[in-house]
């Protein structure tokens, strides 16, 4: 049985050929899949950003503490459940109690509105679930109303010994969805308890590039499985790990990759007869929200910026200073919801897809990230109460979100790999990681 659940699609017409490989092949993805998953620990939870130009089909970010369960359809809450207790079980058996510590962003009732779907959803997994917060000003108990009626009780975090709760309660597992773009807090470091995702997913730690490098391997031998150029599926991407934007340091590197890549979208294109005009996008190497995020069809348009450019480049989230990019190759996206352009983000618990939305803007081209203020969210919805695609109807629309799953997954492999591959190892007295390895 497949772990894809049946979805619409905003794309209507007949499956194109990258998807029909990808339908064609669907028993041998899945055992490997299966094999992929006996070797290596899936990551908690994950959402990957997708974009689909018909030619390619390729995922341009991977968040390993995603924000937007409260966008998923509710016709998605068993399945979500499902995956949590297969995932709850494989960490801690006999675990009742987990610690949700979210972003410290308050006053975002959007986000907040996804902390109390995602304590619903371990709620009917069977945990007790209390909300911990890492500001400094909650003190006591803080009620929050929502828009949509819904309300949470954010509770100060206390730290006993090696061991992280709440007042009166003591969990078993601690679950952020903090991605620790600030940095890793003190309370948070030696814990025995299983932290989730582990510490060094945060942003201080992880970088864009190492993913993206780590998931060109998957995709290459992924591409084998379906008998396809990789490129189909992988974006080109460069580093560049030496830029100042408001001291204009650093750009004759930045201008170098975005040269390069152009021109090797250029020979792709030529190669398969594709009319459009390639472009990359530059973005911070760590982060997310959708800050310091630029479309460039020209490497000249990165000498140049104005004040304005370089300043919405210079900082992402909690104020950081951005110093690496991810120069990537920019895939367009020829989907649309309303007439609007969209963008399919798939989630993930443990190794089951468990529903996704479309990220629609009706102010940004095809060319653009959509990630961006403005953005809607359409839920993708159930066609029909079955997880695996229809082979006897290559073009009925469910088959198409099979490959989506199946490159969404391909990222979450791609994670659980890079994970493996950068964890540091502790000493029995200290954070500081006495090693780390480079993906």
Known sequence: MSTVPHLTTALTGPLLDLERNILKAMPEIEHWFRTQWQEHATPFYASVDLRNSGFKLAPVDTNLYPG??????????????????????????????VLLIPENHTRNTFYLQNVVALQKILRHAGMIVRIGSLLPDITAPADIELPDGSKLTLEPLERHGNRLGIDGFDPCVVLLNNDLSAGLPEILKNLEQTVLPPLHAGWYMRRKSNHFGVYKEVATEFAKVLGIDPWFINPYFEKCGKINFH?????????????????????????YGITQEPFVIVKADAGTYGMGIMTVKDPSEVRGLNRKQRNKMAVVKEGLEVHEVLVQEGVYS???????????????????VVGGFYRVHSSRGQDQSLNAPGM????????????????????????????????????????????EQTEPAFDAHSIAPVRAVEG
């Open 68 to 97: 937007g369960f409260n966008n998923l359809n509710p016709e998605f809450d068993a399945l979500c459940v499902q995956a949590t207790m297969a995932a709850v079980e494989k960490i801690c058996p006999d675990a009742r109690g």
């Open 247 to 271: 001291e204009r340091k650093g750009e004759e590197c930045l201008e170098g990759y975005v040269s390069e890549i152009l021109t090797d979208i250029r020979a792709k294109y030529k190669e």
């Open 334 to 352: 020829f989907e649309t919801v309303n007439a609007a352009v969209a963008e399919p983000v798939v989630y993930m618990i443990d190794h089951f």
């Open 376 to 419: 809607q969210f359409a839920p993708l919805a159930f066609e029909k109460p079955c997880y695996s695609p229809d082979l006897d109807d290559p073009d009925c629309p469910p088959n198409r979100f099979y490959a989506y799953g199946a490159i969404a997954r391909l990222a979450l492999v791609a994670a659980a790999l890079e994970l």
